[in-house]
C-alpha cells in the first residue's frame, strides 16, 4: 500500500519541478526576445557601429550593449566607444591603450578566416598568433583541420594545442575538444581512438606529427583540458558598470516621456583667457515655470545643468553645473544661471539639458 506521506511528497516535488522548468522556459523566451530585439537594434545603426559591436563581441558586457543600443547620436556613440576603450586601459598611467593597440593589430591579421563569429578568429583575437599551426596532409582520411601549437601566451606559461576542425570541408573552421573522439575527425568515423590515430598516423602524409599533437590532448583528460580552454577563452577583465552610469548621466538626452518646461538661453564672449576664448552662457528660468522645494520651512528652487560641445562631428567636451537658490534671494521674475567654458578658436557647437529637480522637467536646447 503506497504510504499517503510520500505520496504527497511525491507530487510537492514533481509541482516544484514543474514551477522551476516553467519558470527556466519563461527566463529563456525572455532572452530570447531580447536578443531578437538587440539584433533588431544593431541591424539599425549605421554600418560604422555595426562593424564595431562585431570587433567587440568577446570583450563587451551585455550591460554595456543594452547602454550602446540606448544612444541616440553618432557623436554620443563616438564618446562611448573611446570611454569603453579607456576603462579598459591596463596601464592608464602611459600614452598609449596597450589592449586596444593589440587588438585592432590582430583585427587586422583575422580577417583571413572569413569572419568574426569564426571559431578561430575569436580565438586569435584573445590569445594572439599561435607559435606554429599544423595542417594535417592527409586527402581522405580527415577532415580538413587546423592544429595551433603554443609556447605559452600572456595568459598561461605552459605549452598547448587548440585543434579547428571543417566538418565534411564545408563552412567556418569550429573549434574541436577531444571529448569528442579523434574518431569525429575522420571522414569514415566510427573508430576507436587507438585505431582513429593509427589511421592518421599511417594514412597522413605528416601522420605521426598529427597523431602526437592529438594524443597530447587526450592525455590531459576531459577536466584538465576543459579548464585550460576556460582560461584561454576568458576574456580580458571587464571593468564594473559604474562607469555606464557615469556616461548616462552626462548625456543631454531628454529622457522619452518626460515633460518640459520654457527657458531661455544666451551666449556671450565677455574675454580671453590666454588663447582660448571665455564663452559664457546665460540661463534664464521663470520663477512661475519652476519648480519649488520646501524642507523645514525653507524654500528652494534646483536645478542641474548638462551641458555637451561638440567640434565638428565629435564631442570635445562635458560639463555639469548644479544651481541652488532660496526663493528668499530670488528677486524679480526670472531665475538666472551662468556658466562658462574656455575654448580654443575653432567652430562649435552647444547642447544644454537643464533639469528642474523639483518638478523633473527638462529643457533641451541646442546652439
Not at 565534411?168 to 575538444?177: E, H, Q, S, V
Request: glycine share 8%; with cysteine.
Amino acid at each position: 500500500m503506497t504510504n499517503p506521506r510520500r505520496r504527497a511528497h511525491v507530487v510537492l516535488f514533481a509541482t516544484l519541478l514543474l514551477a522551476v522548468s516553467a519558470g527556466a522556459g519563461f527566463a529563456g523566451r525572455a532572452e530570447k526576445a531580447l536578443a531578437k530585439e538587440q539584433a533588431k537594434r544593431i541591424a539599425e545603426l549605421p554600418a560604422a557601429y555595426q562593424t564595431w559591436l562585431a570587433e567587440v563581441e568577446v570583450l563587451i558586457t551585455p550591460s554595456e550593449i543594452a547602454a550602446f543600443l540606448e544612444i541616440a547620436e553618432d557623436y554620443q556613440r563616438d564618446a562611448f566607444i573611446e570611454r569603453f576603450w579607456e576603462v579598459r586601459d591596463p596601464y592608464p598611467d602611459t600614452g598609449r591603450n596597450e589592449l586596444r593597440e593589440r587588438w585592432q593589430a590582430r583585427l587586422e591579421q583575422v580577417r583571413r578566416f572569413g569572419g568574426l563569429a569564426e571559431d578561430r578568429a575569436k580565438f586569435f583575437l584573445l590569445n594572439g598568433s599561435p607559435d606554429a599551426i599544423l595542417q594535417p596532409r592527409c586527402s581522405g582520411v580527415t577532415w580538413p583541420m587546423e592544429i595551433w601549437f603554443y609556447n605559452g601566451s600572456e595568459k598561461i606559461r605552459e605549452k598547448f594545442f587548440v585543434y579547428f576542425v571543417q566538418r565534411f570541408g564545408l563552412g567556418p573552421y569550429r573549434r574541436w575538444d577531444p571529448v569528442e573522439g579523434v574518431g569525429s575527425l575522420l571522414q569514415f568515423g566510427g573508430s576507436s581512438e587507438g585505431n582513429a590515430l593509427a589511421a592518421i598516423a599511417q594514412g597522413c602524409a605528416n601522420g605521426d606529427e598529427v597523431a602526437g599533437a592529438l594524443s597530447w590532448g587526450l592525455r590531459q583528460g576531459q577536466m584538465a583540458y576543459s579548464m585550460l580552454l576556460a582560461k584561454l577563452e576568458a576574456p580580458p577583465e571587464r571593468p564594473g558598470g559604474e562607469w555606464i552610469g557615469t556616461f548616462a548621466s552626462q548625456s543631454t538626452e531628454v529622457p522619452e516621456g518626460s515633460l518640459t518646461f520654457p527657458a531661455t538661453l544666451e551666449l556671450r564672449y565677455p574675454a580671453r583667457r590666454q588663447n582660448r576664448t571665455v564663452a559664457q552662457g546665460i540661463l534664464g528660468v521663470a520663477v512661475a515655470d519652476a519648480g519649488r522645494a520646501e524642507i523645514s520651512g525653507s524654500r528652494s528652487y534646483d536645478f542641474l545643468l548638462t551641458g555637451e560641445v561638440l567640434r565638428g562631428h565629435k564631442l570635445f567636451e562635458s560639463f555639469r553645473y548644479k544651481f541652488d537658490f532660496l526663493a528668499a534671494d530670488v528677486a524679480g521674475p526670472m531665475i538666472p544661471m551662468v556658466f562658462e567654458r574656455f575654448l580654443r578658436p575653432g567652430t562649435y557647437s552647444l547642447i544644454v539639458k537643464l533639469e528642474d529637480l523639483n518638478s523633473k522637467k527638462f529643457f533641451r536646447q541646442r546652439l
